[in-house]
Structure formats: C-alpha cells, structure tokens
C-alpha cells in the first residue's frame, strides 16, 4: 500500500547545523571536517571516522553520545539507533515530526557524509567468504538511504570527489545547501548503493553458482564520459564495476589522448583475443577493426608476430588496435608505429617501448598487468527493447575440446596446429566468421555476413587484395586452413574455401546435412575436423 505525502513543500535554502560523518574512505576527510567545524557546524561522528578527527584536533562527538548506546558487536551495531535515523527522516516543517523530535531530543542533521565499506574491493582482491560477507555494509546504506530519501531537509554526500563542492556550496550560500543540490546529491547517493547491492548480489549468486537469479542486478562507476558514442549525435559513459579481469577497464594509459566509445569496445575485443594465446608458448598479436580481427598471428617474438598479423589485411590495419599478449618491446614497437594505429595493449611495456610509442602523442599505450583467462566464468549482458539478455562468457578453449576428425584424410601435425589457431581466432570474430590460416597467421578474415558462403569468398577476396599488395603471385589461403565458427548449412561455403586453396577445415558439425559436407571435404582430398562446440558472436 502506498504511503500518502502530507505535500509539505521543500525549502530551498537549508542551513547546515550538524554533520554526521561515516566515512571508510578518509581522503579528504579531515579538510571537511575542519572546514565544516570552522563554518560552526557540529560533527558527530562513528568509530575510526570520529578518531580521526579528533586526533586532528578538530572537536567532534560520537554517535554514541547522541544515541545514549554504545558501539556492540564490534562495531555492526552503531548507527541503527532511533536519534540517528529520526535526526535524518524528520520532516523539519511538519508539526507532528517537530513533537517526536522535542518529545525523544532528537536532534536534525543536515549534513550526512557517508561512504560505504569497501566490499567490491576485497572481492576485487580476491577475499574469503567470510572476509567479504563481513565488508557488507549495513548501517552505511540505511543512512544513505534515509538521508536520500529526506533530500528536502538533509544534503547526502556519498563521494569524497563531491566535498570540494560541498565546500564551496556552503560558502556561496552562507553556511546553507541549495534543494538543487541536495537533489542532486540524492540522485548520486541512491545509484551508490544501487551500485553496492549489485555487486553484493552478483558475488552472492557467483559464489553460490546460482546460474539465473530471479532478480539480477549490474551497477558501475562512471569513468569517463566520452565525447560521444557510436556516433557524434549518441551520447556515452564509461563506467567500471570493479572486476578483477585484466583488460581495458583495468588499464593505466601510460600515454595518448583519451579513449573513445568505439576504441574502448575495440580494444576490449582485441586483448579478449590475444588472450588466447598462452605467451610462455607464443609471442602473439592481434590487430583489431571494428571489433573484428584483420590480422592475427604467432611468432618468436612480437615483432614477426606483428608483421605476420599486418600482412593479412594491412589496408583494414590503417587506424586499428593492436593487442599483443607478452611485454611490448621496443623492437615491436618500432614496427607498430609505422602503421597509424589508435591504441596498443599489452600487458606491460618497456621504457624503451614506451619512449617510442611517446613519439606518436596521440596514440593511446595501455598496459594491463596481465591477460585475461579465456577459460574463466563469467557473464556478458545486452541491452534489449524492456530488457537485457544475461549470458555466460564463452570460455570453451580449442585445446580442451575433443577434435574428431571425420574425413579419410586426417590433417598432418602442420594442419593441425594452425586449425586450432584458426578456430581460436573464428571464436572472436562476427558471424558468420570464415577464417583462413597458415604458418601460424590469419591470411584471409571474412566476417558478419548473412551467408557463410560469404563470409568465405570476402575472406578469399581480402587474401587475394593482401597477395597484392606485397607483390605476391597468389594468395595465402593457397595450402591454408579454415575455421568456420559455425557449422556448414550446405557444402557451398566448404567448396568456395577448397576453391580459395584450402587442404583441412575445422568446424562445429551438427548440420543436418553433415554427410553432405563431409562427402564434399572427401572428394576433394580435404580432411576435416569437428569440434562439437559453435561460437557464434553477433
């Protein structure tokens, strides 16, 4: 049943007589608090927060001296107390709300600074069960909640980045906030604990492996805004919801301007990718546009790597991500920079790298502190007309699935070796994705067609223009191998690869015309390789 409002309407100047203080995080703390004591406003304040800033010297009272009840149960129960949410609920202008007030000497506050325990960093840091159940806040969102709720009388900050503008507020408006501001600051206070009660409910259904909760719930902080989205006429945020996962929300740009929508989504796909090169096997690179790989290969160290990778599709390359999955040295660095490139990322740089990327100011160098786990759980989430679609990652590796060969001809050891590499590109490429390989390199992409067949002849095409370019008689796809990410509706897609120059194929199988394509691979002298797993990425 709703509750019906008296429609007492909100004063616009509110005068800041008392400051209740909570804080976890203490940078910035003490300057607040002295400049708060300064404009004549009384503190009170909990546990290590009122420690602080006494030890400052700046007079405080403790919350226990306003609820008449000691901190218990090390320190759980403190601020549930009737003077602390009656001084933050009431209603200063209703009559009834006056007399509680007078009848129980509960006093208002005006002013509540509040941050909350640090739950999403230790599970960031990997914490036991107990350790991050017991970094749930409770009293912390109860008053930031009630403090949010009673915005007409009570300005709630929850961000240390806000007390500058508490500050200067309450200077331009003689010791008063605006009901502007405190809107604001409510809108603010109630997206933090949105945020918080996310990343309680994600650990709990990760941790308990609850695969579909009937209530799911994502939250972040705002990174950056960008200058636009997608597009100039689309607006975008960037916002990061403290997952341990080695990539581009992670990152410290060491150097370049500041990333943009489509380069944050491109760099993430890219370093996804790259990241399914083991680099204690295999120096390896993966130039990115679009979202789609152009270039993708191994080598002995990074520099030929990248050069293998570039020979695929140098024209698509001009202004693309390049993600490389061991230290960026300065020999590869040297070889990356003659080709415009947006953003480079690795796990970590050289100095010699770093000084030659430097050269170019406005290319972006990210480096990440490692790579993320292609076999790790999981979820990815996309938005849909009054809902959102919540899957696991796919994180089926080519080296742990049983690969059955279905042909006469089984692959050599040469084959075989770059069909795997094939498929493990095929899994971060758009559907339908066609990918022809050899020597350890992508030589043809074909990717994000409505037909397979398609996918396979723009593949075949691009192999051909890159043949051209670098002055070659024929195409790479000439003794290569393709991945199909998919399975093979009709042989038409098989036959246009055999034709590109293909000798093995690696692909899911499950079509209800496999014999079909099969017998195809068959009488060509193809051998073939079924995975039993599809990647499908739309």
Known sequence: MAVASKKIPAPDLVKARRALLSVSD???????????????VELVSTGGTARAIAEAGIPVKDVSDITGFPEIMDGRVKTLHPSVHGGLLAIRDDEEHKAAM?????????????NLYPFEEVRAAGGDYPSVVENIDIGGPAMVRASAKNHAYVAIVTDPADYPRLIDTLKANDGATPYRF???????????????DAAISGWFAEALEIEHPTWRAFGGRLENVMRYGENPHQQA???????????VASARQLQGKQLSYNNINDT???????AEFDPARTAAVAIIKHANPCGVAEGDNLKSAYLKALACDPVS????????NRLLDAEAAEEIVKTFTEVIIAPEASEEAAAIVAAKKNLRLLVTGGLPDPRAAGMAVKSVAGGLLVQSRDNSVVDDLDLKVVTKRAPSDAEMSDLRFAFRV?????????????????????????????SARIAARKAIDAAEAA???EPLTKGSVVASDAFFPFADGLLSAIEAGATAVIQPGGSMRDEEVVAAADEHGIAMVFTGVRHFRH
């Open 426 to 454: 095929a899994k971060h490429v758009k559907s339908n994705a066609i990918v022809y390989a050899r020597d350890g390199a992508t030589v043809g992409v074909g990717a994000g067609q409505m037909s397979r067949v398609d």
């Open 182 to 196: 405190r809107q604001e600051l409510a809108a603010k206070a109630y997206a933090r604990t949105a945020a918080y």
């Open 268 to 274: 993430d796909a890219a370093f996804e990718l790259v």
């Open 237 to 247: 945020g960037f916002y990061v919801n403290g997952d341990r996962r080695p990539g």
């Open 102 to 114: 007078a009848e129980h000497g509960i006093g208002a506050i005006d002013i509540a600074v509040i």
């Open 471 to 473: 002055g070659s008689a």
């Open 317 to 324: 390359a001009f202004g693309g991500i390049v993600a490389l």
């Open 26 to 40: 203490k940078a910035g703390l003490l300057k607040l608090a002295r400049t708060l004591h300064e404009a004549d």
